[in-house]
Each structure stands twice: as structure tokens, then as C-alpha cells.
């Protein structure tokens, strides 16, 4: 699984002669991917000194926001990137994360916030339109949703995951839709190809369970947690009525195997919520290392 976050773009950078209580080794700790508590730890020591660069200490907050994240602890990703806007007000992505944090808890108007700051802060950014329409379709506004993802799609066609969050919220609205229109844009020979495939009508939910099979147990996992979530959604809208049954019990799946933290999580647990069905206990991570400090 690969966290939609908004990471770092500029490195932390530590230089000679300064005031600063934090280490060169504390600048490396900080953005390393690989150990969380030392990211953490790295970070905090950047943060919070009171002499430091703004810049340097709102990228520290920002990054340490996101081990937090990772780490299922959404308080403090919430108050790190909080600390990163009141530092650089115009930090379009830490008011990114900020408002994927906010989702995940189910705080769907701060989540819209947050999201509706970033693009007014950078009207280019894809993820935040996927983040805010993703919110609109969880808090059952599927019109909403469609604009988002509309735009998101004309801003980058090469993300199959828009193509299929598109394909949901235009059909929610029992409306046509060709997904094959979208999949020509994608690769159809990598994951998630197989959930197109599905909505295409031209592969059964079995199929995708399936392909969704690899020999490493976190790859299989991330995809489960795709595969449980866009199937249920796909039963939702099989027919006049949707096959609830199966979806819910598609939709507690998604809530076993996905991280907390996973837009699909989120998602299903407000359809569960909808239906007035139970939701199960929260999933565990599907991946068992931090992620690249990348743009994703």
C-alpha cells in the first residue's frame, strides 16, 4: 500500500556556523524512510528549536507529520502539520496531508478545508482534487465528487485510481459510464488494470481476487485492500438496488486488511455507516516499511 501523501520536495539542509541545536545527523535522521522512531526523534530535534531556520523547522514538522501518519497516530500528524501552515501559511502540501488526517478521522469538514486551501494555494495540485473529492463521495456527495475527479483527471490521465473513483461517482449518480475511454490513457498491464477490467465488464470479481494473488505477502495484502474495496463498490452498483449483503460484507474485508490510515478504509467505513451496518476492527498496516519522502 502506498500512502496518497504529499511528501517533502526540498531536502533539509544543515550548515556550519549556525545556532542550531540540531546536528547534521538529526537533518539525515529527519528524512530517512527506513526507521520511523529515528525519523521522529530526527525531526523533533529540527522542529522544535526555537533558533532555527522557519523553513527548515515547518519541513521537520512536515516530515514529521507523515511518520506519525504512517504510525496510525493521526493527533499528532494532525498537530505537526498544523504546526507546519502556522510556520509557512502558504504550505499547499502540509494543508494537503492536513486534510487527508482529518478524513481518516472521519472530520469531513476539516477534511474539505484543508483540502479547498491547498488548491487555493496551488491550483496545479492533482492530489489535493482527488483528496476533496474522495471527501465529497464519502460524505455522500457523489456530484461534488465527479468534479473533483474530473478535474484530477484532466490535470494527470495516467492514474488508473482517479479512473476508477470517477467511474464510482458518475454511476452513483445512475449516470453512463465508459471507463474504457479513461484506460487508454493507462497501463493495462500492472496493478490495478484488473479493477478497470471489472468495471469494463469484461473480468469477474473472482478474477480480480485473483490477480490480485503476488509471492510478497505485503504486495498481496495492498491489493486485497483495493480489490475488497472496488469490488464492494462495484456490487453497490450492479443493479437497480445493489447487492448490499455483498458489498458490506466486501466493505468489513476492506476494513480488515487496509491500513486505518488508507483512503479505501475511510471510504468503506462511511458506506458501512450509510447502510447502518457494523464495522469490523481496524486493519493493520499492509506495509510493513515507511514510505519514500517522495511526492506521490
Not at 17 to 27: P, V
Request: some cysteine.
Amino acid at each position: 500500500m502506498r500512502w496518497l501523501l504529499l511528501f517533502s520536495a526540498v531536502p533539509l539542509l544543515a550548515w556550519g556556523g549556525s545556532a542550531l541545536a540540531a546536528t547534521q545527523t538529526d537533518f539525515a535522521d529527519c528524512q530517512q524512510m527506513q526507521d520511523l522512531n529515528l525519523g521522529i526523534a530526527g525531526c523533533t530535534k529540527i522542529a522544535e528549536d526555537p533558533n532555527g531556520i522557519v523553513s527548515d523547522r515547518a519541513t521537520a514538522y512536515f516530515d514529521r507529520g507523515i511518520d506519525h501518519f504512517v504510525r496510525g497516530e493521526l493527533d499528532a500528524a494532525i498537530a505537526d502539520w498544523s504546526a507546519s501552515v502556522k510556520l509557512v501559511p502558504t504550505y499547499a502540501h502540509a494543508y494537503n496531508n492536513l486534510a487527508k488526517a482529518y478524513r481518516a478521522k472521519g472530520d469531513y469538514q476539516h477534511a474539505l478545508d484543508g483540502y479547498s486551501q491547498a488548491i487555493k494555494l496551488d491550483p496545479q495540485l492533482v492530489s489535493a482534487f482527488k483528496g476533496r473529492g474522495i471527501t465529497y463521495f464519502a460524505n455522500g456527495d457523489a456530484a461534488k465528487a465527479e468534479a473533483d475527479f474530473r478535474r484530477a483527471e484532466s490535470m494527470d490521465s495516467s492514474d488508473p485510481y482517479t479512473a476508477l473513483w470517477l467511474n464510482i461517482a458518475v454511476r452513483r449518480q445512475n449516470q453512463p459510464y465508459d471507463i474504457t475511454k479513461s484506460a487508454i490513457h493507462l497501463n493495462m498491464g500492472a496493478w490495478p488494470a484488473p479493477l478497470l477490467l471489472l468495471y469494463a465488464g469484461q473480468v469477474n470479481p473472482h478474477e480480480v481476487a485473483v490477480s490480485a494473488q503476488n509471492i510478497d505477502p505485503v504486495i498481496t495484502q495492498a491489493r486485497l485492500c483495493d480489490a475488497y474495496f472496488f469490488i464492494g463498490e462495484s456490487m453497490l452498483l450492479s443493479s437497480d438496488k445493489g447487492d448490499k449483503d455483498e458489498a458490506t460484507d466486501l466493505f468489513q474485508r476492506t476494513l480488515k486488511v487496509c491500513p486505518a490510515t488508507a483512503d479505501q478504509y475511510s471510504v468503506a467505513a462511511a458506506e458501512l455507516k450509510a447502510m447502518g451496518k457494523p464495522l469490523e476492527a481496524p486493519g493493520e498496516s499492509a506495509e510493513q516499511g515507511a514510505p519514500a519522502k517522495s511526492v506521490q
